[in-house]
């Protein structure tokens, strides 16, 4: 079993729409980063959580410690945030674990 | 403009034919990284520094070499390429892992015939 689940693996959407991605992980950790990937390979990184949650336009992200679990929402969703997304957790050792993605796709 | 640069971004070359990827970082952090991405495996850490001569092992440092001469530089090194390290890698820097996000280069397409 992977120390970081992401879930779904695929998710499709129409325009508008408020989406969840989610993040379970087994291990303490110190902190846990979001990141998106584009098509075309690059990466970028959209929010570091140690507790509670965080904002950054139509992105939101949480984390509950006592669950090991994380969210990152998108409200309104456009087709430009159609990308893979990718949880990753950093274990009290500087080393990250990465979640194996969740591809989004956002029709007009 | 703050960013990280790797070179090259696409390399094609034969078994045993040693190489380096560069990386460098122009926001004076002290965390640098490097990942190999696989389908299918997703994204996994290779090496990573904390600081200048400081630097260990991530999940799959097997094949591959990196030093820290200088806190902008990272540069990762495989001296004997094998085509199981055709992948695609990326560098990375942050100030750290628990108090900053990370700033990724543009990665580097590596093909090992």
């Known amino acids: 079993k992977n120390e970081v689940e992401q879930s779904p693996q695929n998710l499709t959407a129409q325009e508008g729409e408020f989406i969840t991605i989610n993040c379970s992980y087994s291990?303490?950790?110190?902190?846990l980063h979001w990141l998106q990937q584009h098509p075309g390979g690059g990466i970028v990184s959209l929010f570091m959580l140690s507790s509670g949650k965080k904002k950054h336009g139509r992105l939101i992200a949480t984390i509950n410690i006592q669950e090991k679990h994380s969210s990152l929402h998108i409200t309104a969703s456009h087709p430009r945030d159609s990308a893979v997304y990718i949880c990753?957790?950093?274990?009290?050792?500087?080393?990250?674990?990465f979640g194996t993605g969740t591809r989004l796709q956002v029709f007009p | 403009e703050a960013q990280v640069t790797q070179n090259p971004r696409y390399l094609i070359t034969v078994t045993g034919k040693k190489l380096t990827v560069t990386c460098s970082q122009n926001m004076n952090h002290e965390y640098m990284s490097w990942y190999r991405q696989d389908p299918g495996l997703g994204l996994r850490q290779i090496y990573y520094?904390?600081?200048?001569?400081?630097?260990d092992k991530g999940d799959v440092p097997e094949g591959y070499k990196v030093s820290r001469k200088e806190k902008r530089n990272f540069p990762l090194i495989l001296e004997s390429p094998s085509p199981n390290q055709t992948s695609l890698y990326f560098c990375?820097?942050?100030?750290?892992?628990?108090?900053?996000?990370?700033?990724f280069g543009p990665g580097t397409r590596l093909t090992v015939l």
């Open positions: 520094s904390m600081n200048v001569e400081v630097t």
């Open positions: 990375a820097s942050s100030l750290s892992l628990a108090v900053d996000t990370q700033y």
């Open positions: 291990v303490g950790i110190s902190a």
């Open positions: 990753a957790v950093d274990r009290y050792t500087d080393k990250l674990i």
